[in-house]
């Protein structure tokens, strides 16, 4: 690339140097050729001039003497009715530049070696090579400089596409002050800013599946332990077994919500479901865990009540609440439903701790977590699973944590407040 702009650049700076040269050197042979034609004629003239002020003035004219003042010219003098004096040596007739001139009493004739316009113009065609070799080398070097110039972005440009299309996002992050490649500079970094988009969207994709897959499958390694301690009593493997299968289905809902979601899809339509057959799916599903820990799950509030929302949302949401009770709360747990105006309102409290006070700002950003070694992945995806429907998810107190699940009447055309509930 380099070489081939070198070569095309400096193509057409001698092109444009000979067409200003050979021309200027043609010009400047005339010029030269003409000064030596005047210089000659001058030389007539002084002589002529010469000798007749001498004769005007009652002097000798001494024509000898005079022609003999232009020491590399023939000079040929005639006086009327003296005769004709000759003074030097006469060139070649095809060699000579000839000039003549009268007066009153005389006639010189100056005859001069051409040599003299041949080194009049050889010094002026050496002088103009000059400055066509100055005017070349000029434009090599700026040939030089430009191609550097054009052909290292381009070389940049095409790393930073061959990089992008292996995988690599990084922006190019450079601008050459040329809008051309500017705007492909502009182009490229956008390219890699959308990649690196997609590539994060990916791997938080994978990470949320992880997370949102190890609640159900450690409740159903609950199940399985539970099934496995009750072989001896057929009716409890039997219970067991169901509610193992039932955590079953809900991993396969959860495994199609989290492809739904890698593919910008929603994961159904909101349909109205029962908050209390909601709320007991998620007390027989983690009663045995919080049994285990010797801690109680209670379930308190209105009952009959109805919300819309997309199947297994809901049941995700209180699920990673009650996990996130289950490890950093402590005490009896409190699932409290009740009603607004507008929504359904799913509390889950518990008696422990509560939220660190330089956490609540900030409790569902992702990576956010009040235990060391936690994800922070937990409420920051049930705040988007829950906004998917037109819910939402609010700490309602920190100390001890309240959180609630607020979930539309109908399709929502407004969100709640936070509504602050009473002591726990």
Do not use: C
Request: aromatic share 4%; hydrophobic share 45%; glycine share 10%.
């Amino acid at each position: 690339m380099q070489r081939r702009l070198l070569v095309s650049t400096l193509a057409v700076a001698v092109a444009a140097v000979l067409l200003l040269g050979v021309p200027l050197g043609f010009f400047v042979a005339r010029q030269r050729t003409s000064e030596a034609d005047e210089q000659v004629r001058h030389d007539a003239t002084l002589i002529a001039t010469g000798l007749q002020d001498r004769v005007d003035a009652g002097l000798p004219p001494d024509a000898a003497q005079m022609g003999r003042s232009l020491s590399d010219r023939y000079v040929i003098i005639s006086q009327r009715g003296t005769g004709r004096v000759a003074v030097g040596t006469s060139p070649p007739p095809h060699d000579s530049i000839t000039a003549h001139d009268s007066t009153r009493d005389f006639t010189v004739t100056v005859v001069a070696d051409d040599s003299v316009v041949s080194n009049s113009v050889t010094g002026g065609l050496v002088i103009t090579g000059s400055l066509v070799l100055l005017a070349l080398a000029v434009a090599v070097g700026l040939a030089i400089l430009q191609a550097r110039r054009l052909a290292r972005p381009l070389q940049e440009l095409a790393g930073a596409a061959d990089r992008l299309g292996s995988g690599d996002a990084r922006p190019l992050g450079r601008r050459y002050g040329v809008p051309e490649l500017d705007r492909v500079a502009e182009g490229l970094d956008g390219s890699a800013q959308r990649i690196n988009d997609l590539l994060t969207a990916e791997r938080d994709f994978a990470v949320d599946a992880s997370h949102q897959l190890r609640t159900p499958l450690t409740a159903l390694s609950m199940r399985l332990e539970e099934m496995v301690a009750a072989a001896n009593y057929p009716d409890v493997v039997r219970e067991e077994g169901a509610a193992a299968l039932a955590q079953t289905e809900r991993l396969a809902e959860v495994v199609g919500q989290l492809l739904g979601r890698a593919r910008r899809n929603v994961s159904g339509a909101p349909t109205l479901a029962s908050v209390d057959d909601i709320v007991a799916q998620q007390v027989v599903e983690w009663d045995p865990a919080f049994r285990r820990v010797s801690r109680k799950l209670e379930v308190i509030g209105e009952k009959g009540l109805y919300a819309y929302v997309t199947p297994g949302s809901a049941a995700q949401v209180i699920a990673t609440l009650l996990d996130n009770a289950l490890v950093h709360g402590s005490g009896t747990v409190t699932i409290r439903t009740s009603q607004t105006p507008r929504s359904v309102v799913i509390e889950v409290r518990d008696e422990g701790k509560g939220v660190p006070p330089e956490l609540v700002p900030r409790i569902f950003e992702r990576s956010v977590s009040g235990a060391p070694g936690g994800t922070g992945l937990g409420l920051s995806l049930a705040r988007t699973v829950a906004a998917a429907d037109g819910g939402q998810v609010v700490l309602v107190r920190p100390r001890p944590a309240v959180f609630a699940l607020f979930l539309p009447h109908g399709v929502a055309d407004g969100t709640d407040e936070p509504v602050v509930s009473g002591p726990a």
